[in-house]
């Protein structure tokens, strides 16, 4: 079943990709049935706390007509970082499953691990690696072709 929904989710980062987003994509499912979706809108928005998880976090109070989220699992395809794990924890949601570990902002354990800490009121489950390798080569070939258009960039600026 997580792989279902992480499908769906790497779907989602692939149309932030194709708004020049980086390709994070995020869904929150309750009973095996789908509450909201979100995909990173941080660029096109101008908006520093518009990641996939906050999206779908917005979008799914608004569905169920309550901040907290309570017996929900939110799958994402990056581990998610200190202010959407903050959300996570602040909204009640039962379950976080992602698939790619962020080895310079993750707040799953990566890094540090808020989803969990014992002096909050509420901790998460917490599945990693779902899809991990698919994930994270979304994520590694968005920053390759990336970094080339800026490299092409700069030797078009240098003739």
């Known amino acids: 079943m997580d792989e279902k929904w992480m499908r769906l989710a790497m779907q989602l980062a692939e149309q932030a990709e194709l708004k020049g987003e980086v390709p994070v ?81 993750g707040a799953a354990g990566s890094v540090i691990n808020l989803l969990q800490h014992p002096v909050f009121n509420h901790q998460l489950d917490v599945s990693s690696g779902v899809l991990a390798a698919e994930c994270g080569a979304q994520l590694s070939a968005f920053f390759q072709r990336r970094r080339a258009e800026k490299k092409a960039l700069k030797q078009l600026a240098k003739k």
């Open 25 to 105: 994509g995020a869904v929150l499912v309750k009973d095996d049935v789908l509450i909201a979706s979100g995909c990173n809108l941080s660029i096109v928005n101008h908006d520093p706390t518009a990641h996939a998880e906050m999206e779908c976090i917005r979008q799914a109070g608004k569905v169920l007509e309550n901040y907290r989220m309570l017996d929900t699992t939110l799958y994402v395809t990056l581990e998610p970082c200190t202010m959407c794990a903050g959300a996570m924890v602040h909204s009640r949601i039962a379950r976080v499953v992602y698939g790619a570990d962020d080895l310079k902002t």
